[in-house]
Every structure is written in C-alpha cells, then in structure tokens.
C-alpha cells in the first residue's frame, strides 16, 4: 500500500503502477510479477485444468 502525504493519493502498488505508467490491470501485474523475478500463468489454459467453473445463476 502507499500513501501521498502531499496529494492524499492512496491504494496498492498494482493501482500506483498503473497510474503512473498508464498501464492496465494485466500489464501492471505483470510488470510486478516481473520484478519479483516471478512467471504468470497463461490463459492458454482450459478452465477445467484450472479447477475454475464458471458461476451458475
């Protein structure tokens, strides 16, 4: 999280990155996950492997 004491701007660092950069929400968790020295999953993968369903309403 951060905190501007000068603006009063606040939130996490996926929003910070993305303010500051004009990214999206992919691109900013990406860019992080890349200077964690971490690798996304791709979306390559079908929803069954993934243990994910899709919502019944």
Do not use: K
């Not at 993305?18 to 990214?23: F, Q, T, Y």
């Not at 929400?25 to 994910?52: I, K, Y």
């Amino acid at each position: 999280f951060y905190h501007c004491f000068g603006c009063g701007a606040h939130g996490t660092a996926i929003g910070f990155l993305m303010a500051l950069d004009r990214l999206d929400f992919r691109e900013a968790v990406g860019e992080l996950a890349q200077r964690a020295g971490m690798t996304l999953p791709t979306d390559s993968a079908p929803a069954a492997a993934t243990g994910h369903r899709p919502r019944s309403r």
